[in-house]
């Protein structure tokens, strides 16, 4: 249990993974989808959604040879806070210029 808060502290401190999980709120995406929206690369879109698995982030649902990502119960509940802290600091940003 350590080792993932450990490691969910690390990976959520990061802007990639925070943007991959927000723009997942959306709905349901095809990983290609999600690296573009993130300006990321496929391969590390697929590492961090591989991780977020294990997480119980996110779940695949296979059709055919495409895989679709979509957020779990946690993962939305996630999804929703990293989307309120993100407003906020918009927020904090905004009353500072």
Do not use: N
Not at 52 to 62: C, R, S
């Amino acid at each position: 249990m350590i080792q993932k808060e450990k490691y969910g502290a690390k990976l959520f401190l990061r802007p990639k993974p925070v943007r991959i999980i927000v723009t997942l709120r959306e709905g349901p995406k095809y990983a290609t989808i999600i690296a573009k929206e993130v300006d990321c690369t496929y391969s590390h879109t697929v590492k961090l959604l591989d991780f977020f698995k294990i997480l119980g982030l996110v779940d695949f649902e296979k059709k055919g040879r495409i895989k679709i990502v979509k957020l779990t119960e946690i993962g939305e509940d996630l999804a929703r806070a990293m989307d309120s802290v993100l407003v906020k600091l918009g927020r904090m940003k905004e009353k500072t210029s």
